[in-house]
């Protein structure tokens, strides 16, 4: 009979794990680094935000304290101010312009940029260039553009017969003069355009070449589809951009004539710091803040309509 030795069961204790893990290391370098930026959000940005909501619900004029008025600011607004309902037709025209026009411009001078001609880095450089231009000097060199007699677009348009309007004079004239402005300056988005159509991979259009497509099924069939992240990107700024226009509008018209060109920012501009209705330019500037991220959220939410990415697949 054997018997079996009964030894004494050592219980194996868990390893305690390192508290200080490399997971910790990087997530403390992380907040390091990130903190400035992350201090100057609340200090400029979320703290300013707090303030404007609760100012957007008094009656304050920088002088006195803010007065609590409920929503008198936002009803007035809609019911009791009639320079607000044609400012934001301003706003909405400018940027029903802006946008489709330079969306499909900037597609089109990005197609023509990318083919290998001679050359071609010129006319790349000479599209950006405006681009970098401060917005300052450009709206200096439109006042001369787009001036009534000696301007250089009448002069031209005299050559063949049109005797032009005077674009920033005329309330007719005021926004097509702000929009071939905002054109001009395309080349931010074809430089993107230009980089997003490099990226097309040639074996598709080598494929598609083999099967028959002509250049222009080859454009419309797989270039502007791969193109489309980019184009979404540029709307989704151009929105932004269009609806905060202040510059050229201050420089140019000052909201003229006849508040014919003024726009969302420079009324609340105007409200603030030449009435000294803070309480109102603050409910304005949230509304403002409510039309953009509305804009924005229903150009995301359609997206997957005409938007296509590489690694999607399609339901």
Known sequence: MRV??????????????????QRRREALWFYIMASPWIA????????PLVA???LSFTDYDLLTPPEWVGLDNYVRMFTDDPRFWKVLRNTTVYTLLVV???????????ALLHKPLKGMRVFRTIVYVPALVPIVASAMLF???LAPDAGLLNR???????????????ETWVIPGLVM???WGVGTGVVLLLAGMQGIPPELLEAATID??????RFFQITLPMLSPVILFNVIMGLIGTFQVFSQVYILTGGGPNDASMMLVPYIFEEAFRNFRMGYASALSWLLFLIIMTCTAIVFKTSSRWVFYESEVRR
């Open 4 to 21: 079996r030795s009964v030894a004494p069961m050592v219980e194996k204790r868990p390893t305690a794990k390192p508290w200080w893990t």
């Open 40 to 47: 100057g959000f609340l200090l400029f940005m979320g703290g």
């Open 52 to 54: 404007s909501l609760y």
């Open 100 to 110: 489709p026009i330079t969306t499909v411009l900037s597609v089109w001078l990005a």
């Open 143 to 145: 006042s001369w553009v």
């Open 156 to 170: 031209t348009l005299a050559l063949v017969g049109i005797d032009g309007p005077a674009w920033l004079l005329d």
């Open 181 to 183: 402005m905002s054109v």
């Open 212 to 217: 028959g497509a002509n250049p222009r099924q």
